[in-house]
């Protein structure tokens, strides 16, 4: 089973407004990765993260590797309409190229 | 450039049967990786193939299987297929080479097995 606590499962916001949704582990990873997939396709990376405390923004987004290397948050500032979709954060370990997923977050924005 | 493409994007299949899904990687990229996405669920790591072999596995049974040919590209195979197999199957391809390349995914398989 996912090893990834990811919250919260689902946000309903208003265009304009800033989100945060963060990810949790019981164990360590050494990377943290931030995709977004929309309906019938695949998860498309949105941040990077490699090293324990590392703030990465890119656009108006921005996550932080936590300094634990058990959690990590992601940022949305001023939501757009198309923004909407699901969010899952991956984390990555010593023990290979394999990815551990949490259960995503579904942002839904209303214009 | 071509990003990962996978084939086919829907099938259908009767429970007891066997399928294959086929993954060609992204252009430059030698490594590929298989993911099983259940609804409303994250992704799971199945397996990922590495120089035609095998590298790391995932918690699957061995009705799980893989193979990938010289030219990089992976098929999946399952086989005596459940209906707990119906999910959305992704293949996502990175470089073996490069510790700083991550893996971009193709759109997915939808498998509904019946």
């Known amino acids: 089973g996912q090893q990834l606590n990811q919250s919260p499962q689902s946000m309903f916001i208003q265009e304009g407004e800033d989100v945060s949704m963060n990810c949790t582990s019981s164990?360590?990873?050494?990377?943290w990765l931030w995709y977004k997939q929309d309906p019938g396709e695949g998860p498309v990376l949105l941040i990077a993260?490699?090293?324990?405390?590392e703030l990465t923004s890119n656009g108006r987004l921005t996550a932080q590797f936590g300094i634990t290397r058990k959690d990590s948050f992601l940022n949305i500032s001023a939501s757009i309409p198309s923004d909407v979709g699901i969010y899952f954060c991956?984390?990555?370990?010593?023990?290979?190229?394999?990815?551990?997923f949490g259960g995503g977050t579904r942002l839904m924005v209303k214009p | 450039d071509a990003g990962v493409t996978q084939s086919p994007t829907h099938l259908i299949k009767t429970r007891g049967q066997q399928v294959t899904l086929r993954c060609s990687p992204k252009s430059g990229h030698d490594t590929v990786s298989w993911y099983q996405q259940a609804l409303g669920q994250g992704p799971q790591f199945i397996f990922q193939y590495y120089e035609e072999e095998e590298r790391q596995r995932g918690n699957f049974p061995d009705r799980f299987s893989g193979h990938q040919f010289p030219n990089y590209s992976s098929e999946l195979n399952v086989n005596a297929l459940l209906l707990g197999d119906s999910a959305l199957y992704l293949c996502?391809?990175?470089?073996?080479?490069?510790?700083?390349?991550?893996?971009?995914f193709g759109q997915g398989t939808r498998l509904t097995v019946v």
């Open positions: 164990s360590i990873f050494n990377t």
């Open positions: 991956a984390g990555r370990n010593n023990a290979g190229n394999m990815l551990t």
């Open positions: 996502a391809s990175s470089s073996g080479q490069r510790m700083d390349t991550e893996a971009f």
């Open positions: 993260l490699y090293k324990a405390g």
